[in-house]
């Protein structure tokens, strides 16, 4: 039998985990290496949590250990292009926020537009760039303040880490996109112009939400291919997803490199 939806909320609260990480495309991998598993919990069981638009391609959370430090992972995202609205985006960040999470993981596969940061890497994000046309604080107007959307001195405790434990970091700018199409080779040159390193479609509308709620915020891209017209070739979905699964045990390291 299920357990009642409250339940569930409580189950999460009761882990005391003080960080999570949302997984991004092809990232998932991450949680079956390296970590203890205690209990995984399906989003479906959250009244308060979006229904995928694929069938069976529901997400969940993962209460685990890594090294010693109680974390909870969740796996598996909505996304705008899905046809979902910025606010059912962001329903996780809301309820993470409820059952006691204070500092947010945002990961993400993105494309590379900085000739310097070769697919495979990973970039720390510095800043964003919101190009969704959307926000999830619509219909309750709030002046947040995004001046540091991603802490400052938590990247700079990754950037430390990936330094010793000698992993590839690079930081930069993510640009947030709608999607779901790829860029076009000129879109990609206007991104450039505008400042952009790594282009997605996700995580910005998450990042903007958890700062509204005053949570710690830190975000990665795995860069999982050069962006159209940077390479010549053309970008393929099974090229981002297998690149994502290969530098998701990169960044595992990183995150126990990285924990207090
Ligand atoms: N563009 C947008 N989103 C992406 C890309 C890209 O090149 N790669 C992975 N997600």
Known sequence: MLAPMNDVLERLRAWKAETTVILGSGLGSLV?????????????????LPEPKVAGHGGEFVCGQL???KMLFSKGRVHLYEGHS???VTATVRLLADVGIRRLILTNAAGSANPAFAPGDW???????????????????????LTEVYSLAWGNQFLEAARTARIS???????????????????????????????????VLEAIQARALGLEVAGFSCLT???????????SHAEVLTTGQTAAASFSRLLTAALP
């Open 169 to 203: 970091l690079h930081e930069g700018v993510y640009a947030g996109l709608l999607g779901p199409q790829y860029e076009t080779p000129a879109e990609v040159r206007m991104l450039r112009t505008l400042g952009a390193d790594a282009i997605g479609m996700s995580t």
């Open 32 to 48: 079956e290496a390296g970590i203890d598993v205690a209990e995984r919990i399906p989003h479906a069981q959250f009244t308060a």
């Open 86 to 88: 910025a606010r059912a």
């Open 225 to 235: 291919n050069w962006a159209a017209g940077m390479s010549g070739q053309p970008l």
């Open 67 to 69: 090294n010693g430090t």
């Open 123 to 145: 970039m720390l994000l510095r800043d964003h760039l919101n190009l969704t046309g959307t926000s999830p604080l619509l219909g309750a107007p709030e002046f947040v303040d």
